[in-house]
């Protein structure tokens, strides 16, 4: 089986997603978000998401069909994301992605959401080239890793050690009263702000901290900090100028994310940089990226961004390259594993 | 002929048929792993009863009520089954199958978690043989149990550890052959998402 036809199913957050893949070709790419039911509460709701997820599925599933212009029997095998993400909601889409592979008869393979995020630079039609290093933002999670392999070798070398940087986001634009979700928001208050208005700590970036953290992120001290300034600020009764706090706050998350990936690269002596998740969709993440990378001599890929954000399709892609690489199926025995290590790539 | 799939409690798949009766079943009463087994539970029941999927009628879905993550697994397994089978779901309230059989007026009391129970109360079942809700499916303080069975003098108290799926998909047969409506297709979570509407970012600073 050279070019599998693969279903790709994703739940592990508030993203909705089934994807189809032909070997390395993108079919369909279905996404239902809850994100507006969210809003109100500032945050993923986990129970809200999971919900959500029962009730978009079987739609989702009909959408991608179509959208594809497949037959469900003409599926060669099922892929589903089993780890990392929130344990109610990935359930969702390991209930469904066993049943339906009894019901089509069709072999089913576990497989590991960040690892996904990789995978699915293979749909853009170049091949992945190895080693890389990726750098993975989102909501849920911030992580940098190692790929030397898709399907047989990746090491995690930094993650964060408190909040994601995309709910760094969403916090900070809550502390300016910005709606939800915070990073278009902030984008867009940040344009017209002055980025080196307010110097805001780069977490974990101390040479103290750098022994021990060298990959790894924090972005709780910079979202406390960015409190403080704000507070001080309206105490003293001044305006709140919120173009330059955006701006500087977005610096300073971005200026981590990127320094730490760029180091890993030079360290690592891995001339290529891959970014994924939703906080790719941040303007000002792809600028500083693509001139630090350009000054650095590092090859940059940034997959197209419903790609980026959470889908079935990365993860129908990572289930493709390992039928491709001869790996068994999962069988029917693997549960949901909120804290599914990197290194477990098919579960 | 049917597979029913419940949840709610447990985790419990049966294979049944109007004539042939339950031709398999597996069940648990864990009330954590039901991701981890439902496919081997629905593997196992095809291979027992020695069917092929296309035999299937329907797939009956036991839509509680039941604590939220457990219950949506099944029902998203019996969903996807469903849509992979081409078949239709067929919902129906999970502690209708525990009453169903019983022969006098039933007190059936599942555990919601969080110190809570679910209750629903049955009178005699019908001509049919059908069970007769009187009231619930509710969310209780597991306190209140004692004040529920003396308020249903009379009535047989069942508090069942596993809602099974043989008379789930039995009652499911019986009901579709007396010409009687299913369940509404809707989750009985019984209780909202535990959100709270935040007022505000907090003080970082006194
Ligand atoms: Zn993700």
Redesign the pocket.
């Known amino acids: 089986m050279s070019e599998p036809l693969v279903l790709g199913i994703e739940t592990?957050?508030d993203e909705t997603g089934i994807g189809i893949v032909r070997g390395s070709t993108l079919l369909a790419n279905v996404i239902a978000s809850s994100m507006d039911e969210h809003a109100r509460y500032g945050g993923v709701v986990p129970e809200v998401a999971a919900r959500a997820h029962l009730e978009a599925l079987t739609p989702a599933l009909k959408r991608a069909l179509a959208e594809a212009g497949i037959a469900l029997a003409d599926i060669d095998a099922i892929a589903v994301t089993s780890g990392p993400?929130l344990a109610g909601a990935l359930m969702v889409g390991v209930g469904a992605a066993k049943a339906l592979s009894i019901a089509l008869g069709k072999p089913l393979y576990a497989v590991n959401?960040?690892v996904?995020?990789v995978g699915v630079d293979l749909l853009d039609g170049e091949p992945l080239e190895y080693p890389t290093i990726a750098l993975?933002v989102?909501g849920?999670?911030t992580s940098l890793l190692l790929v030397r392999d898709l399907v047989s070798d990746v090491e995690l070398l930094g993650e964060t050690i408190d909040d994601a940087a995309g709910e760094a986001f969403d916090k900070v634009a809550r502390l300016l009263g910005l709606p939800y979700p915070g990073g278009p928001q902030i984008d867009r208050a940040a344009s017209g702000g002055d980025p080196a208005a307010i110097r805001f700590p780069r977490g974990l970036s101390q040479p103290k901290d750098l022994d021990k953290h060298r990959y790894d992120f924090s972005f709780s001290g910079l979202k406390t900090a960015v409190a403080r300034w704000v507070e001080r600020e309206r105490d003293a009764g001044a305006v709140v100028p919120v173009a330059d706090v955006a701006a500087s706050f977005r610096e300073a998350v971005v200026d981590v994310l990127i320094a730490k990936a760029i180091a890993a690269c030079a360290d690592y002596g891995v001339p290529r940089l891959l970014l994924?998740?939703?906080v790719v969709a941040n303007a000002r993440v792809r600028e500083i990226a693509a001139e630090r990378c350009a000054a650095a001599g590092i090859r940059l890929r940034i997959p197209p961004l419903e790609l980026c954000?959470?889908n079935g399709a990365m993860i129908a892609a990572l289930g493709a390259q390992l039928i491709i690489a001869g790996h068994a199926p999962s069988g029917l025995g693997f549960g949901a594993d909120s804290t599914l290590p990197v290194t477990t790539i098919q579960a | 002929m049917l597979l029913a799939i419940d949840t709610s409690v447990g985790t419990s798949v049966a294979i049944v048929d109007l004539r042939l009766g339950v031709l398999a079943e597996r069940s648990s009463d864990d009330t954590r792993r039901h991701a981890e087994v439902i496919g081997e539970f629905i593997q196992a029941c095809f291979d027992e009863a020695g069917i092929a999927v296309a035999d299937l009628s329907g797939v009956v879905a036991g839509m509680g009520p039941g604590p939220f993550t457990g219950l949506r697994v099944g029902i998203a397994a019996a969903r996807a089954f469903a849509f992979g089978a081409a078949k239709p779901v067929v919902p129906i309230v999970s502690h209708d199958a525990v009453a169903f059989g019983v022969v006098q007026p039933v007190l059936v009391v599942t555990d919601a978690r969080r110190n809570e129970i679910h209750w629903s109360s049955y009178a005699m079942p019908d001509a049919a043989g059908l069970p007769t809700r009187t009231s619930g499916p509710s969310l209780a303080r597991a306190a209140e149990l004692e004040s529920i069975v003396s308020a249903h003098p009379g009535h047989r108290l069942i508090q069942a550890r596993t809602v099974s799926a043989a008379p789930l998909g039995l009652l499911a047969e019986s009901l579709y052959a007396n010409g009687r409506q299913f369940a509404a297709d809707v989750p009985l979570y019984l209780r909202s998402p535990d959100v709270t509407i935040s007022a505000g970012p907090k003080r970082v600073t006194g």
């Open positions: 592990s957050c993400g959401h960040l996904g995020h993975l989102s849920g999670h994924g998740g939703g954000t959470d």
